[in-house]
């Protein structure tokens, strides 16, 4: 059992109510829960010491004892006195579960990878988690779209209904803990009687054992198997997102709750178009002639095509924003823009004719880089953008 004084384990003042020893338990809890804390055995010690606090100090009985008497009078017993400290995990979840509003404190705030959890009054396991990568293409995510994935994972045993059992009358009810799924343990201290209770050992908290196994699962309820799932993929989703599906994980063992099913987003690169946050971004190449007399032309988009005007006189480095055009937020109206990035080609070789045409052009005043005093660099026209 925990040493350190129990108010200093929860954080609170030897005056503190009883709601505000709850919300310091429920702290400490979360903080340190075993799902969260896999492998560490400090994390878990504190779990229960913080579950230890807890039991005395919300029991007005045993705190007063313990206000009076301290770690003093836990000494004087052969049982652990307060009994705080021969709690095990089965314990803690069954006792204090309704200060989280369900069978076990934390299936609200972890996504579980398994485990056990209440139904009926009864533990019922818990399927893991499964994990899968979606690769969707940039059409996709601007405008949502719908995958049927084919999933090898745990599902239920067609032949025993996910029971386990060969047939109904291979079930009978537990005779240790006589169905309830559950014992107790009645032990006497120096400050009365102190009443834990823990999953029942023989049939593992389902309150039923069963006689004869189905011969497929043998007895686990699941088999291995494949199922098609439909996911449907809102617009705007982005690389490394994670979507989640309940339910659509393992199946559990003998009829408990199935896990979830993870989705991780993957972009497949466009051949064109680059991603940046929401907007799009393509790079155009046009010739000088067609920068310095104007053109229209047509540019990719998400959506498809799109014709752009290109005024007389075009600079390199000049954006042209095609406004809606690009990426959707997820779950918003608001959508990117298509930002067209304006890059002027020159030719590497040149026949006779060409050359002669651009030497009698080389002397014009009008072919001679001369910036005006209000032309903006690239940067500073990409920085008025965004501001």
Known sequence: MSKRDYYDVLGVARGADAEEIKKAYRKMAIKYHPDKNQGDKDAEEKFKEAAEAYEVLSNPEKRQRYNQFGHAANAQSANGGYGGGGMN????????????????????????????????????????????????????????????????????????EGTGAKDK????????????????????????????????????????????????????????????????????????????????????????????????????????LKRDGNNVIYDLHISFVDAALGTSIEVPTIDGKAKIKIDPGTQGGKILRLKGKGVPEVNSYHRGDQLVHINIWTPKALNGEERAILEKLQDSPNFKPNPGKNEKSFFERMKEYFE
């Open 169 to 272: 009358s291979s079930f009978q009810t537990c005779k240790t803990c006589g169905g309830q799924g559950a014992v107790r343990r009645v032990t006497n201290t120096i400050l009365g009687q102190m009443q834990t209770t823990s999953t029942c050992p023989t049939c593992n908290g389902e309150g039923t054992t069963i006689t004869s196994k189905c011969t497929v699962c043998h007895g686990d309820g699941v088999v291995r198997g494949e199922e098609t799932i439909s996911i449907n993929v809102p617009a705007g989703v982005s690389e490394g997102m994670q979507l989640s599906m309940s339910g659509k994980g393992n199946a559990a063992p003998r009829g408990g709750v199935p896990g979830d099913l993870i989705i991780l987003i993957e972009e497949i690169p466009h051949e064109t």
């Open 89 to 160: 995990m089965d314990d803690i979840f069954s006792q204090f579960g309704d200060i989280f509003g369900g069978g076990s404190p934390f299936e609200g705030f972890f996504g579980g990878g398994g485990g056990r959890q209440s139904q009926g009054g009864r533990r019922v396991a818990r399927g893991s988690n499964l994990r899968i990568k979606v690769r969707l293409t940039l059409e996709e995510i601007a405008n949502g779209t719908e995958k049927k994935i084919k999933v090898n994972k745990q599902v239920i045993c067609q032949t025993c």
